[in-house]
C-alpha cells in the first residue's frame, strides 16, 4: 500500500508559490513493535509555516530540510497499531507532516472523539496557547488597557482579541478586508477592526485608540507596524507573534527606531509557543470557560483534499481565510 | 546677593550647540520657613540630558522648557536653612539644574560628608542604580553568558561591564578610541574592548563574542546597534538605556527588523532608572561590596567652572570624556 506526500523541492524566494513542494509516493512502513500508523484527516496550515521554510539554522526549530515531507500538525486516527497506548481508533493530534499518514510518535495528544477536529486545531491546540500565552504571558495586559492585533481574522489573532475583550480590554483589530472587519466587529465583539489597506489608517487607529496602544499583539509585520509602534503609550508591550510580510522580501524591511523604546520604556519582545507548553492546561481552561460562556467563538476556513495543500498555503499567505485554516481529506 | 543659572533659550537642531543655553543671572531668594538653600559644588552631566532637550511631551520626563533652569542633578551643601531637617552644611544629593545655588527639596538626600562627591555621583547616585537596574533587572543576565555593552568607557557603560563581569559573564565593551578600549580591558578587566570606528567591527566582534551575545546592554544606538543585533543569540535581551546617536538626526534612523525578535525570542526593553528606585539600596549595597572587594572602580572627567557647563555638555556628547563627567564649582 502506498499514500501521499508533500516533500519540500526549494526554499521559497519571496511570496510562496506551489512549485517548491513536490507531490510523492511513499510506501507504508511495516509497524515494528511500539510503533503505529494514523491517517491524517485533518490538517492545520499556520502562519509558522513560513518561518520554517527560512534556510537559517538560528531559528526556534531548523528549517523543513529539501526532500523532507513538509511539517505541519494536524488531526487523525490511529489505523494500524502495535502500541499499546495508541491502539486503533484512537484519535490524536501532533506534528504529523504533508502526509495521508504518518508514524505515530510518543508526543502525539490523544483526543476526545467526540471534540469537533476543528475545534481541537482552531482553539485547544498550538493555536489556543499561542494566543494565550503570547497575549497573558509576554503581554501581560491589564483590564481597560487598549489592546491591537494584526491579523486580527487569522487564527490566533481572532482569538487573542477576544480574550482581551474577556479580559476586559478594548480591542482593536487589524485586518486585510472590509468584511473581515464586519466580521470582528459584529460578530467577535471587537471595539474596533480596521482595514490596514486604507489610506488613513494611521487617523483611523488614533479615532480606534483614542488613549493611545498598551498592548500590541503582532501577526503580519509590513509598513503598519511602524504606525500602530507610532502610537504606544508608556510602558506597552509588544508581542511578536508573526511578522508574516517580512519574509517576502530577502532583506527584510527595517524595524522602528529604537528612540521610543527608550524614551516610552516599551517591551518589544518575541516568543515560541512551545516554551509556554507549561502553561497549557491553564490555557486549554480558560478558553474553554470563555466558549462555554459564549465570550469566544471560533471560525474554520477548510479547503477539501490532499493535494490542495500546496495552494491552501498560497491562500493563506495571501489572506484569504477568515479564522483557522484547515485542510480535509 | 545674585548667582548664576544657565537657561534653555532654544531647542538643539541635530548636535548639541553651547547656543543653546543663556548664561543668567539671579537674585537669591528668601527663605521661606521649611526652605533651605544648597550651594552646589558639584554637578552631574549625563547623556540622559539630550533626552530631555527633545520636545516631545510622550517621554518619561517632560522637556525642560525654554526660559527655565536646565535640568541636572549634582552634590552641594545647605548654606541657609529654615529646615531641621536640613541644616546649615548638611551635605545633599538630589536634581539641582544649572545653577551655582538650588533651592532644596524633600527628595534630596543627605549625604555622608566623608564620601566624595566624586564617588556619590560615579557609583552611588541614577548613575550606579541606572546600570544596576538595567544590567540586573531587566537584562536579567545568567552567569557564563556574554555581554555587549556600548557606551563602555561611559560613566554607566563601565559599570556595567565590571558589574556583569563580577556576576561571572564575558564583557566585550565597545567605545569610541582605542586609547578608551586599552583603559577597558587593562584597568577595569573586560574580556575585550572594540572601537565602533574600527572598519573590521563586526568580524571584531565575532571573534569577541565567539559564542554569541545574550545581553546587549545599549548606551548608544548608530550604526553598531544592528551589527550588534546581528549576533545575538536566541533569547537574548536588549536593555534600551540610551541611543544617543539617534537623537542628532530629525528623523531618528529605523531600527533592526523584527524577523530575528520574532524566530530568536529575544526581548529588547527600554526602562527609566526612577521606575528601579525600589531596589536603589540593593544597589549600593552591591555595588559597594564590589568596590570594597576592588571588583569595580570608576573614574572621573572633571572640568572646573561653572561657565564651562555648555562645553562641558558638548565635550560628553562627543565622547571625549573616559568615566563619569562631573562638573566642579
Same mark, same amino acid.
Given at each position: 500500500?502506498?499514500?501521499?506526500?508533500?516533500?519540500?523541492?526549494?526554499?521559497?524566494?519571496?511570496?510562496?508559490?506551489?512549485?517548491?513542494?513536490?507531490?510523492?509516493?511513499?510506501?507504508?512502513?511495516?509497524?515494528?513493535?511500539?510503533?503505529?500508523?494514523?491517517?491524517?484527516?485533518?490538517?492545520?496550515?499556520?502562519?509558522?509555516?513560513?518561518?520554517?521554510?527560512?534556510?537559517?539554522?538560528?531559528?526556534?526549530?531548523?528549517?523543513?530540510?529539501?526532500?523532507?515531507?513538509?511539517?505541519?500538525? &494536524?488531526?487523525?486516527? %490511529?489505523?494500524?497499531?502495535?502500541?499499546?497506548?495508541?491502539? =486503533?481508533? +484512537?484519535?490524536?493530534? !501532533?506534528?504529523? #507532516?504533508?502526509?495521508?499518514?504518518?508514524?505515530?510518535?510518543?508526543?502525539?495528544?490523544?483526543?476526545?472523539?467526540?471534540?469537533?477536529?476543528?475545534?481541537?486545531?482552531?482553539?485547544?491546540?498550538?493555536?489556543?496557547?499561542?494566543?494565550?500565552? &503570547?497575549?497573558?504571558? %509576554?503581554?501581560?495586559?491589564?483590564?481597560?488597557?487598549?489592546? =491591537?492585533? +494584526?491579523?486580527?481574522? !487569522?487564527?490566533? #489573532?481572532?482569538?487573542?482579541?477576544?480574550?482581551?475583550?474577556?479580559?476586559?480590554?478594548?480591542?482593536?483589530?487589524?485586518?486585510?478586508?472590509?468584511?473581515?472587519?464586519?466580521?470582528?466587529?459584529?460578530?467577535?465583539?471587537?471595539?474596533?477592526?480596521?482595514?490596514?489597506?486604507?489610506?488613513?489608517?494611521?487617523?483611523?487607529?488614533?479615532?480606534?485608540?483614542?488613549?493611545?496602544?498598551?498592548?500590541?499583539?503582532?501577526?503580519?509585520?509590513?509598513?503598519?507596524?511602524?504606525?500602530?509602534?507610532?502610537?504606544?503609550?508608556?510602558?506597552?508591550?509588544?508581542?511578536?507573534?508573526?511578522?508574516?510580510?517580512?519574509?517576502?522580501?530577502?532583506?527584510?524591511?527595517?524595524?522602528?527606531?529604537?528612540?521610543?523604546?527608550?524614551?516610552?520604556?516599551?517591551?518589544?519582545?518575541?516568543?515560541?509557543?512551545?516554551?509556554?507548553?507549561?502553561?497549557?492546561?491553564?490555557?486549554?481552561?480558560?478558553?474553554?470557560?470563555?466558549?462555554?460562556?459564549?465570550?469566544?467563538?471560533?471560525?474554520?476556513?477548510?479547503?477539501?483534499?490532499?493535494?490542495?495543500?500546496?495552494?491552501?498555503?498560497?491562500?493563506?499567505?495571501?489572506?484569504?481565510?477568515?479564522?483557522?485554516?484547515?485542510?480535509?481529506?
Amino acid at each position: 500500500m502506498t499514500y501521499k506526500a508533500f516533500t519540500l523541492s526549494k526554499y521559497p524566494q519571496g511570496h510562496i508559490t506551489t512549485d517548491i513542494f513536490e507531490l510523492v509516493t511513499l510506501a507504508q512502513p511495516t509497524l515494528k513493535e511500539g510503533e503505529f500508523l494514523v491517517k491524517q484527516t485533518h490538517m492545520s496550515l499556520d502562519p509558522a509555516m513560513r518561518t520554517w521554510l527560512q534556510p537559517r539554522e538560528d531559528s526556534y526549530l531548523p528549517p523543513v530540510q529539501i526532500g523532507e515531507v513538509m511539517r505541519s500538525y &494536524g488531526v487523525g486516527v %490511529v489505523v494500524d497499531s502495535l502500541n499499546a497506548q495508541f491502539p =486503533v481508533g +484512537t484519535h490524536v493530534v !501532533g506534528v504529523t #507532516g504533508w502526509s495521508e499518514y504518518v508514524l505515530g510518535h510518543a508526543d502525539m495528544q490523544v483526543i476526545d472523539a467526540s471534540i469537533p477536529a476543528e475545534a481541537i486545531l482552531a482553539l485547544f491546540y498550538f493555536t489556543g496557547l499561542t494566543a494565550y500565552a &503570547g497575549l497573558m504571558k %509576554v503581554g501581560k495586559p491589564k483590564k481597560g488597557e487598549t489592546l =491591537v492585533v +494584526t491579523g486580527a481574522a !487569522g487564527s490566533v #489573532g481572532s482569538l487573542v482579541g477576544q480574550l482581551a475583550k474577556a479580559e476586559g480590554l478594548r480591542v482593536v483589530g487589524v485586518a486585510g478586508s472590509d468584511e473581515k472587519c464586519k466580521w470582528l466587529v459584529e460578530e467577535l465583539g471587537f471595539d474596533a477592526a480596521l482595514n490596514y489597506k486604507a489610506e488613513d489608517f494611521e487617523a483611523q487607529l488614533r479615532v480606534a485608540a483614542p488613549n493611545g496602544v498598551d498592548v500590541f499583539y503582532e501577526n503580519t509585520g509590513g509598513s503598519i507596524q511602524e504606525i500602530i509602534f507610532n502610537q504606544l503609550n508608556r510602558y506597552a508591550r509588544v508581542i511578536v507573534c508573526g511578522v508574516l510580510a517580512d519574509y517576502d522580501h530577502e532583506v527584510p524591511a527595517k524595524g522602528p527606531s529604537w528612540v521610543d523604546i527608550n524614551l516610552k520604556s516599551l517591551r518589544v519582545q518575541g516568543f515560541i509557543v512551545t516554551d509556554y507548553a507549561s502553561f497549557a492546561d491553564e490555557a486549554m481552561s480558560v478558553l474553554g470557560r470563555y466558549l462555554a460562556e459564549g465570550k469566544i467563538q471560533y471560525k474554520t476556513y477548510t479547503v477539501e483534499g490532499f493535494e490542495s495543500l500546496p495552494e491552501g498555503l498560497m491562500k493563506l499567505f495571501k489572506g484569504e481565510n477568515t479564522g483557522k485554516f484547515i485542510v480535509k481529506f
